[in-house]
């Protein structure tokens, strides 16, 4: 596998574009497209929480159509809490695209970003769509990332390839994060995270969602920023087929190569999500082993990081890792503390449910000063592991989340 | 009900005191006791973390003792993830203080709040335990309020009077926070919550630990401050008989009038704890109404009760509503979306899942300028209801936790 310069318009036959419509009162690019030139399998997941925002509603709709050539997105207002208005203007948006790209408004899919419960602008984005889709380019991915941020300061992209049998095959991914982040998609299924991954790869459209499930569980599924679950967290793929491989329809050796790819491209993504948390100075890597099944070791892993005491404590270069201990322990996981081993970076703090005696205190001051802190839980009681990541809690973030919003 | 000025040492025959024994480094009161001049019935409930101090451990083993005069307390040191030895240290600090009562160590408890992973400097605690009993006085409520304190910045106690029947009978209590606060305790089961609750009700002791549990559920297992929970909570209460009430032994009325004023007081001192948060500025109420059953309710209040994002807004002033919605669609719990009422304070802002038009934008931050914020969601779905309570999200938060501990 290598990894190139590159996103979403990376791999054969996708173009991209992002422009201003309006949405934002910043005045910063709001609203983005991709189009495949060809069509092309799509798959997704979606939030599980129980209030879906309108355009959530819709792409699950049209998922049902067999091929699909476009993704539309607004960043700025999240179409949510919007009722059968809502609704309605988010089926707007996709028939708009569907209309000035000749397509089916079921070929069109449809996200939104920003904030809950405000009507969507609709005749701000109708009018930039003639502009939105005559910049469509090869180059595109770029404006596309930027103009899908909302209080993201970098944008957030990435491509690899791989070689299938004779062809070379390219998946080209960006997302955007990073503040409400607490994802829980599944495919039968604010700021919110929103992903759009492309490939020129041939694969069926069902093995297209089991590879994109098996990539979600260990990546988007796996990182915080604040606990918060969005109303709106989409993460969608399109594969169009033109690397001309032999299509991928089981869970063959392909289906393998092509997984592990997406696999990786989801995981850096999500990771540059954490990283990029609202307010973050600092990234936090817990890694949770000797687990009895995989969804203890999960479930650890992910409430050890929403702690927000421990998120504090990072920020604040804490070794202060007795909340790590409180936070496992609240998980709701049955395991026995007495043989749990806790360690910051190298450093053994907790030796079988045991604080380690003259704990080297700077040393583990030192790991905390790092910008990338990692933890590690050994419940030492089973061969499953699992991977969380999260930023640290700062000042900032509640700068960023206390001002007024209407 | 009268609410009279006092605490742990109202109810007759109980004595308190709380003293500096140089656990803190702030040189601020750290151990405290509470002692009934003669055996008392006692029952308690204590956190659920699967990681439990070892002042929880002792306590457990030491309630199925028949009667308990004395209560130890310390604050500065949580004693937990200290094994064997943490186990021990506390099993002294009930010896200690049996020793001085002249007591079996069984007829004592005790509990611990503060730092995690650290040692009990054990000779400080014996040190300074003639002082604290020689200090045992019937006005020693406030000295004792004041020495289980952490991060707290008020004292919180409180007491109240009733009739049974031609008796007086008097609840008091004083509790603590109000960082790694969110309670789930039970009675069959750091900063931490304690409460320590004293009555001169003559009560059976499994009358005493179903009223307990009853008070409870509605009051400290409702409140959050952070979403982080502690290894060490506890919710003590002693009830001596010197009232000289007809004993209460199963559900009459006398069980029911001395649960409803139990109920009001673990509520206000619930309150109180929510109210003095880590950083608070602002207090929050979430009512939920319309709910299946009573366990969604509390689910859906509780969710909202912890949202980081809500927490920010009512900080900033700002009635980013949206967040309540999303809160409440994470829960867990299946509601139907488009019957869903949010209002704040009396101002209605999604009507039937829809965002209302023309919402007054300046009433609806009026709402958030006040000291005590309402919030409350209508499901329309059934008659089941539940109130959660917490604070706003500062950056003070955010300071008081990053600080160095060690």
Redesign the interface.
């Known amino acids: 596998m290598n990894i190139i310069k590159g996103g979403v318009t990376s791999p054969k036959g996708f173009l991209a574009s992002g422009v201003k419509a309006g949405i934002k009162k910043s005045g910063r690019a709001d609203l983005a497209l991709i189009y495949s030139e060809v069509p092309a399998m799509a798959a997704a997941a979606f939030t599980?929480?129980?209030?879906?925002a309108s355009p959530v509603k819709v792409s699950k709709a049209h998922l049902k159509a067999k091929e699909h050539q476009a993704i539309v997105v607004n960043s700025g207002n999240?179409n949510?809490?919007?009722?059968?208005?809502?609704d309605l203007d988010a089926l707007k948006m996709t028939e708009f695209i569907g209309k000035a790209l000749l397509l089916d408004k079921r070929e069109v899919l449809v996200a939104s970003t920003g904030?809950?419960?405000?009507?969507l602008p609709l005749e701000k984005i109708e009018t930039a769509v003639p502009e939105l889709v005559g910049e469509l380019s090869e180059t595109g991915g770029l404006r596309f990332a930027e103009a899908i941020m909302t209080t993201d300061t970098v944008k957030k992209e990435l491509a690899v390839q791989i070689r299938l049998g004779k062809a070379t095959i390219t998946i080209g991914g960006a997302c955007k994060g990073v503040?409400?982040i607490?994802p829980?998609m599944n495919t039968a299924r604010?700021a919110t995270m929103l992903c759009f991954l492309t490939t020129d790869a041939a694969i069926a459209k069902k093995a297209l969602g089991e590879s994109l499930e098996e990539a979600i569980g260990d990546s988007f599924n796996m990182i915080s920023v604040?606990?918060?679950?969005?109303?709106n967290d989409s993460c969608f793929i399109m594969a169009n087929a033109l690397a001309k491989n032999k299509k991928i329809n089981g869970k063959g050796a392909d289906y393998r190569k092509f997984t592990e790819a997406l696999k990786f491209v989801t995981g850096e993504l999500a990771k540059k999500l954490a990283r990029d948390g609202e307010g973050a100075t600092k990234f936090i890597e817990i890694y949770v082993t000797g687990a009895k099944d995989k969804t203890g070791a999960k479930a650890i892993a992910r409430k050890i990081s929403?702690?927000?005491?421990l998120k504090?404590?990072v920020?604040?270069?804490?070794?202060?890792?007795?909340?790590i201990?409180?936070?496992?322990?609240?998980?709701g996981?049955?395991?026995d503390?007495?043989k749990?081993d806790v360690y910051l970076g190298s450093l053994k703090?907790?030796s079988?449910?045991?604080?380690v005696?003259g704990l080297d205190?700077d040393k583990?001051?030192r790991l905390f000063t790092k910008k990338d802190v990692h933890i590690k839980v050994d419940l030492k009681s089973g061969s499953h592991k699992a991977t969380a990541w999260t930023c640290d809690?700062?000042?900032e973030?509640?700068?960023?989340?206390?001002?007024?919003?209407?």
């Not at 920020?315 to 909340?323: A, F, I, S, T, V």
């Not at 201990?325 to 998980?331: F, L």
């Not at 079988?352 to 604080?355: L, R, Y």
């Not at 973030?397 to 209407?406: F, G, K, P, R, W």
Request: proline share 2%; glycine share 12%; hydrophobic share 35%.
């Open positions: 599980t929480n129980r209030f879906q999240a949510c809490a919007n009722g059968r208005i809502g904030i809950i419960g405000v009507y503040g409400m607490y829980q604010h604040d606990g918060d679950m969005s109303t929403t702690s927000n005491l504090c404590a920020c604040g270069e804490d070794p202060n890792w007795g909340r201990v409180a936070a496992a322990g609240s998980s996981v049955g395991f503390p007495d749990v703090a907790l079988n449910g045991m604080s005696k205190k583990a001051h809690f700062s000042k973030y509640v700068a960023i989340n206390s001002e007024y919003s209407t």
